[in-house]
């Protein structure tokens, strides 16, 4: 009776279209991200993510109107993230339709907004977003070093920050996060698995649910995850380019004794 | 299931009193400014309701269904709820045998009681008990649960086994049935579905006119949608 393994497909939106390449049989348009979003839903995705990429404003106005679309048509959890700065972005994508507003960049800057944001809204509208590496010898080298050896990251995983990734997801998740997006810059892009020993360290000390992210590449990478701990398990590029399906993963996970939807 | 053929926005086309409009049921989702409303809105006319978003009283006490949203904390909702006189609205309304349903939030407040950060607030006093904080090693229970729905259920009818979507850090964990109540034949006990995240809560209430669900049925995919639909042929 436990809660079940969210499977969650996360689209890249830049100015309203969908960036990575799709490859599924059958959308009228597969740049669109509502059309996409309505196809995962069908598929039984547990949850959808959009991460707007846009670099304009006007980009990111366009994205005000993908979520309302979506929320016409899609009834399953919608989390929006990219570029949310403040209680007003997040109440603008909440007025749009969205269930959670994911952030990231703007809370390492000003830890604040993750409290501002939970006693706004309540926690359960904010997932944190965390781009986190291991600090490599060379890192080490030039003096970069954190208690638990995982550094979070900003731009896509080009800088460091010197903060150590788990204290922060630690302190985010007292600031009022009422989730951790975990997403391994190390791994990501790679489909060779996700970072387990990051997501069972975290797990430990992270008592809020735990999304893991980053390098899914089979169905049994999604289990490993869960088995480490993951509450929930995102992926881009592997939904994307039809190498696997929702149902696929779920029944990896079904097959190993997970609880699916 | 697909959208209702030729749905309008609630807001741009304001549905009719009553059954007027081709038997389809007048619902109005409770606008005091807690939850995903637009979610409820869609999710209701989606199985074939004439939704309306307003905090208007003489349309809330009107209308064939009521809706109580929320989300966030019992009290900054229970505040919401009193700016716009909710509270009498949704009294009268079972007062009269109306149906309500309340949503997340909006099912927590109808009990006695909710205590946050150790600070206690008044809740609708409908129910007996206290929301308090679910004490699991995982908190908020973010995600799709089954439940336990009783015998003679009619809101979980054809969907005794599906999973809901929860969010919730907070949950009522008893459930005490009217003892005063109980003295009259006419009484019948409210149905009670549980539903467990490390301990046992109250998932979901139906108990006369007033139903309630502590997921969120507008986001439970399919089984949401015919939850809905099973509470609109009650009204």
């Known amino acids: ?261 | 299931m697909s959208p209702a053929d030729g749905s309008v926005s609630a807001e741009l086309n304001p549905a009719p009193r009553g059954r007027a409009r081709g038997g389809h049921p007048h619902v109005v989702v409770l606008d005091y400014g807690f939850g995903n409303v637009r979610s409820a809105v869609r999710a209701l006319e989606r199985v074939g309701a004439q939704v309306e978003l307003t905090a208007d009283r003489g349309t809330a006490l009107e209308a064939d269904g009521l809706v109580v949203p929320g989300v966030g904390a019992f009290a900054a909702c229970m505040a919401g709820l009193r700016a716009v006189r909710g509270h009498e609205v949704v009294g009268r309304r079972l007062a009269g045998g109306r149906p309500v349903l309340g949503i997340c939030v909006g099912m927590q407040v109808m009990f006695e009681r909710g205590v946050e950060h150790g600070t206690s607030a008044d809740g609708l006093g409908e129910w007996a008990g206290v929301v308090d904080r679910l004490d699991a090693p995982v908190v908020p229970h973010m995600g799709w649960s089954q439940v336990e729905a009783p015998a003679g259920t009619r809101l979980f009818s054809g969907i005794e086994h599906e999973r809901f979507y929860f969010v919730h850090s907070y949950a009522a964990q008893t459930f005490t049935q009217g003892h005063d109540d109980a003295a009259d034949p006419r009484f019948t006990p409210p149905l009670v579905t549980w539903a467990s995240h490390h301990t046992r809560f109250v998932a979901a209430v139906e108990d006369g006119p007033l139903t309630a669900t502590q997921f969120h049925p507008e986001k439970s995919g399919d089984a949401g949608a015919t939850l809905l639909a099973n509470w609109l042929t009650t009204l």
């Open chain 1, 1 to 261: 009776m436990a809660v079940s393994v969210r499977v969650i497909p996360c689209l890249d939106v830049d100015a309203g279209r969908v960036v990575k390449g799709v490859n599924f049989q059958g959308l009228r348009d597969a740049g669109d991200p509502v059309e996409l979003a309505a196809r995962y839903d069908a598929e039984g995705c547990d949850e959808l993510t959009f991460l707007d990429v846009s670099a304009s404003s006007g980009g990111r106005d366009t994205m005000i109107d993908v979520v309302r679309r979506t929320a016409e048509q899609v009834f399953v959890p919608l989390t929006v993230g990219g570029g949310v700065r403040s209680t007003d972005d997040v109440d603008r994508l909440l007025r749009a339709g969205a269930d959670k507003v994911g952030v990231n960049t703007a809370a390492i800057a000003r830890p604040e907004l993750v409290a501002q944001i939970a006693d706004r809204f309540g926690s359960q509208v904010l997932v944190l977003s965390v781009d986190a590496r291991r600090i490599t010898a060379e890192g080490r080298a030039a003096g970069v070093t954190t208690p638990s050896g995982y550094e979070v990251t900003t731009h896509g995983g080009r800088r460091g920050t010197g903060i150590d990734a788990v204290e922060w997801a630690e302190r985010a998740a007292a600031l009022g996060a009422g989730e951790i997006l975990l997403n391994s810059m190390d791994a990501d892009g790679t489909k060779d698995g996700f970072d387990l020993e990051m997501l069972r360290t975290v797990r430990e000390r992270v008592h809020v649910p735990l999304i893991a992210s980053g390098g899914a590449g089979k169905p049994e990478d999604f289990v490993a995850a869960a088995q480490a701990g993951a509450d929930a398990v995102l992926a881009a590029s592997v939904f994307h380019f039809g190498t696997l399906t929702v149902g696929q993963v779920k029944d990896a996970l079904r097959a190993a004794g997970l609880e699916v939807r």
